[in-house]
């Protein structure tokens, strides 16, 4: 089995921070993602990646931005925290075979 | 653009009720969807419950079941008879048959089971 770990669990930030997010996985899946959830809602896509260096945008990519440097991390950048903004992101990562996702536990953002 | 809408909760049931969960999709961009349940446990990270490709088949896991009907879109989940530790938030999502794993959740549906 593997594990996807995101750091940090908890992310405090002022309006207008740049603020970064990061996800680390050990499956050797060559597919990841970034997904955010607002409170009672589903999740929805910012950003995936199907390989090293390669970065796609989802529904959600406006205001962040993403970086695959290694097969096994993938990092998310909020480029201008936004007042109130609260919200769970969630890294996935995929084999790339019918599209079953592995999650991290989630980075909880507030922002101030 | 695709969409997914299920059971608004929150749900409650006793233990050994029956349970179904509707969900039904608009795959606008995408001829032969795939769809999947995931479920979020207490404590825990979200995990894949069951999955179904095919148009027509029925997926199952865990005593739960869900159908890939094309024709009313929809692939609701049922149990014939819960258990207080199927209490959980269940999330039913539809993917693109491509490699690039793309997934659109719809809003989740918090279930509790009484014992």
């Known amino acids: 089995g593997g594990i996807i770990t995101q750091t940090p669990k908890f992310l405090i930030g002022q309006e207008g921070q740049k603020l970064t997010l990061k996800c680390q996985q050990n499956f050797n899946h060559d597919t990841m993602y970034w997904y955010r959830q607002d409170s009672g809602k589903g999740l929805r896509l910012i950003y995936y990646s199907i390989t090293e260096n390669d970065l796609q945008k989802g529904d959600l990519s406006e205001g962040y931005d993403a970086s695959r440097e290694k097969k096994s991390s993938f990092s998310l950048t909020v480029t201008s925290a936004q007042k109130n903004e609260m919200a769970v992101f969630l890294c996935?990562?995929?084999?790339?075979?019918?599209?079953?996702?592995?999650f991290g536990a989630g980075t909880r953002l507030s922002v101030l | 653009g695709d969409s997914v809408t299920q059971t608004e909760g929150p749900v409650t049931v006793s233990e050994s009720e029956s349970l179904i969960i509707n969900c039904t999709y608009s795959?606008?961009?995408?001829?032969?969807?795939?769809l999947f349940w995931y479920v979020r446990y207490p404590g825990e990270g979200l995990q894949l419950l069951l999955k179904?490709?095919?148009?027509?088949q029925k997926g199952s896991s865990r005593g739960f079941e869900a159908t890939y009907n094309k024709e009313t879109t929809s692939f609701h989940l049922q149990k014939a008879s819960v258990q207080e530790s199927d209490s959980a938030v269940y999330y039913c999502a539809l993917g693109d048959n491509t490699n690039t794993g793309k997934l659109t959740f719809g809003d989740g549906t918090v279930l509790t089971v009484k014992p």
């Open positions: 996935a990562s995929s084999p790339g075979t019918k599209n079953t996702l592995y």
């Open positions: 795959a606008t961009s995408i001829a032969y969807p795939n």
């Open positions: 179904v490709i095919t148009a027509g």
